[in-house]
């Protein structure tokens, strides 16, 4: 179970590299962000990119979570509230695009919750 969680963890933050690409311009099927809670706030290319480091860090955070789980560092906590949390902030700022992105970092988080609470 260990395992499948720390694989799941590090495919997710895999899945923020569509923030990072998109951002910079890495990839023409991705498009970049260019404003912030669904359209509300226009956002020029420089912010743009900045948000696209924020999607890579955030993703970042994950793949080493999963890599913490995988050898079983006590980190991985740490790491799992962290990155979810980041993520979470990241995927209200790109409604409606990131909305499966916010719906598996609220699963996360309340998973997390649930075991340390009755685990």
């Avoid at 006590?74 to 790109?94: D, K, N, R």
Wanted: no cysteine; aromatic share 10%.
């Amino acid at each position: 179970m260990r395992n499948t969680l720390s694989l799941f963890l590090i495919l997710h933050g895999l899945a923020h590299l569509a923030g990072f690409v998109g951002s910079w311009g890495l990839a023409t099927s991705v498009p970049p962000q260019t404003s912030l809670f669904s359209g509300r706030i226009p956002i020029g290319p420089s912010a743009g990119r900045f948000v696209g480091v924020l999607w890579l860090l955030a993703g970042s955070i994950f793949v080493a979570a999963g890599i913490a789980g995988f050898v079983g560092s006590p980190v991985v906590a740490t790491l799992v509230v962290i990155g979810a949390s980041a993520s979470l902030l990241l995927a209200i700022t790109a409604l409606p695009t990131a909305k499966i992105g916010l719906a598996i970092n609220i699963a996360i988080l309340t998973a997390f919750v649930f075991v340390r609470r009755y685990g």
